[in-house]
């Protein structure tokens, strides 16, 4: 997946962050990308989180950019469901990082 554009709709999983993984998946439409060098591999996003009724929270999420897909893409037969504990992440962020925004 190219990197998401502002407007992009996503559906952030398990694949995307250990933390969205099984029941806490979500729809997130794309506000802003964010500049900053981050890990390889993984970026920060800003937007709002979607349901059946429309956007219901603004939120800036940290996000392993191969795990991203589209909202529209269908789910690939095997991966129909992914634990919460199915992915293994390891992260430090430095004392001028977004750790505990």
């Known amino acids: 997946m190219r990197a998401p ?3 992009d709709l996503l559906r952030v999983d398990g694949r995307a962050s250990v ?3 099984g029941d806490r998946a979500l729809t997130f439409r794309v506000v802003s990308v964010g500049t ?5 591999g993984w970026i920060w996003l800003t937007g709002y989180v979607l349901n059946s009724r429309g956007a219901t929270t603004k939120r800036e999420i940290f ?5 991203l897909r589209r ?3 269908p789910l690939p037969r ?3 469901c992914v634990p919460a504990n ?3 992440a390891s992260i430090s962020v430095g004392a ?5 925004r």
């Open 71 to 73: 909202a529209d893409e």
């Open 78 to 80: 095997d991966q129909s």
């Open 5 to 7: 554009q502002p407007g």
């Open 36 to 40: 900053e060098v981050t890990h390889m």
């Open 19 to 21: 933390q969205f993984g």
């Open 86 to 88: 199915s992915v293994q």
């Open 96 to 100: 001028r990082g977004r750790a505990g």
């Open 63 to 67: 996000v392993r950019l191969a795990g």
